[in-house]
């Protein structure tokens, strides 16, 4: 059964460092989501992305981040300068349609 | 925005019994109703889900029922298993096609 993937596992990057979390979506779905989960909390909308545009972002979703989808496989999100706060579970999902949304397996970002 | 809250926030029953977990949601314009099972560190799975122009849903040990008037839907789990151990998240989609996250329930199946 395919299944969405996501890497790294785990990043540790230092405040104000950039980094690019990685997302290979299912390979028939057309929508792709970012969450977060601060550890121990609910999941949080980040932005959904469709015909190569954000169709959706949420109040998180700041200027300190962007989403790409550089070739036909990769959905990446991308936070350009990373606080304590940012500190989270980043899950990646994707959909056929607007529903049934399958998630990765995460990637820990730790901001030290 | 959409206003979403669980009841209870952590359910203990004994293995074999049922348990229920209620959802409410405050956006009428809601028409999408998953629930996802998250283990410790996994992923959130979708379990089921439950469309508006329906009031139930079943797939095997497992039904979702859905009162659109009331704004509530809800997760049944009939004769628990250890392995329903878990925290189960509803996360109705709102009108913007953004599905909102309630706070979760911890389910613990005593043996």
């Known amino acids: 059964e395919p299944e969405v993937t996501q890497t790294p596992s785990h990043q540790v990057t230092q405040m104000g460092q950039e980094v690019i979390l990685r997302c290979v979506p299912i390979?028939?779905?057309?929508?792709f989501y970012w969450y977060r989960q601060i550890l121990g909390q609910k999941v949080e909308f980040l932005v959904s992305?469709?015909?190569?545009?954000?169709?959706?972002k949420s109040e998180i979703f700041d200027d300190q981040f962007s989403v790409e989808r550089p070739d036909g496989s990769n959905f990446t999100l991308k936070i350009r300068s990373t606080k304590l706060e940012d500190s989270a579970m980043y899950f990646c999902?994707?959909?056929?349609?607007?529903?049934?949304?399958?998630f990765g397996p995460g990637t820990r970002l730790t901001v030290t | 925005g959409e206003n979403v809250e669980q009841h209870p926030s952590t359910l203990s029953v004994q293995e074999g019994d049922s348990a229920v977990i209620k959802c409410t949601y405050s956006?009428?314009?809601?028409?999408?109703f998953p629930w996802y099972k998250q283990e410790l560190g996994k992923r959130p799975q979708l379990i089921i889900d439950?469309?508006?122009n329906v009031g139930e849903k079943k797939d095997q040990r497992i039904a979702v029922t859905l009162n659109k008037t009331a704004k509530h839907f809800s997760l049944h789990i009939t004769e628990t298993q250890p392995e329903d151990s878990a925290v189960y998240f509803c996360?109705?989609?709102?009108?913007?096609?953004?599905?909102?996250w309630g706070a979760g329930t911890k389910l613990i199946i005593k043996p």
């Open positions: 439950i469309r508006s």
């Open positions: 956006d009428s314009a809601s028409n999408y």
């Open positions: 999902a994707s959909s056929a349609q607007v529903y049934e949304q399958y």
């Open positions: 992305f469709y015909n190569n545009e954000i169709s959706e």
């Open positions: 390979s028939n779905h057309l929508y």
């Open positions: 996360a109705p989609m709102d009108s913007n096609y953004q599905l909102i």
